[in-house]
């Protein structure tokens, strides 16, 4: 995958410093770690810094709790940034959250989908996102579907969202094509700081 990445993306990467690539871990990787001396040697002498490449990790993936606060500590100390990905949908718990060096926190569509709507489960979200802010995490949300979910998130202090309301999956190609036409839209994409930034609601 970071072959891939470095191949298909490279030039943009080293062109523009606000662009960033999320790559997701299993849990064998949060186990044993060994996929950083892989990052490390794809990345050697390509230009690319290593808070371009974001890594993101599911609450699965954290039942190992030591193994995989080293791993995320040895990632972070790196310039990685780590975000926890799905959130809600596994063994969400402050008292883990708390013992790990997160960044980010990726609030699964499930609850998205709930925004604006009177359901069982809405309140649900913006607790989510007081908990992300509690623990100094950059909230960003999966799954935005409309401009209303997008300006009723970013109310509530969501710093990054994802979803069909920005790009559906797009081919190598046309996704290059589209971030060239979002950066003429919006202008050129903040620099990537030591640690994440809490910028605007942002492709």
């Not at 072959?3 to 298909?8: E, G, H, Y």
């Not at 960044?103 to 809405?122: E, H, N, P, Q, Y």
């Not at 623990?135 to 109310?155: C, N, P, R």
């Not at 999956?169 to 839209?185: G, T, V």
Request: charged share 20%; net charge negative; no cysteine.
């Amino acid at each position: 995958m970071i072959q891939a990445v470095v191949s298909d993306l490279g030039k943009l990467l080293v062109a523009d410093r606000g662009l960033h690539i999320a790559i997701n871990l299993s849990v064998f990787d949060l186990k044993t770690g060994r996929f950083l001396s892989v990052i490390e040697n794809a990345l050697d002498h390509t230009g690319i810094h290593n808070e371009q490449i974001w890594l993101e990790v599911t609450e699965r993936g954290l039942m190992d709790i030591e193994s995989a606060r080293e791993t995320i500590t040895a990632a972070r100390a790196r310039g990685h940034m780590v975000a926890i990905d799905d959130f809600g949908t596994g063994y969400s718990s402050l008292q883990y959250l708390q013992g790990l060096p997160l960044d980010a926190l990726k609030i699964d569509k499930t609850f998205i989908d709930t925004v604006g709507r009177d359901t069982a489960t809405s309140s649900v979200t913006p607790h989510i996102i007081d908990m992300a802010k509690t623990l100094s995490l950059v909230a960003v949300a999966e799954g935005i579907k409309t401009k209303e979910q997008a300006d009723s998130l970013a109310a509530l202090g969501v710093a990054f969202g994802q979803g069909w309301f920005f790009a559906r999956s797009l081919p190598l190609e046309e996704f290059i094509a589209f971030y060239h036409q979002s950066k003429q839209q919006y202008g050129a994409s903040p620099d990537v700081l030591p640690r994440m930034p809490a910028y605007g609601m942002v492709p």
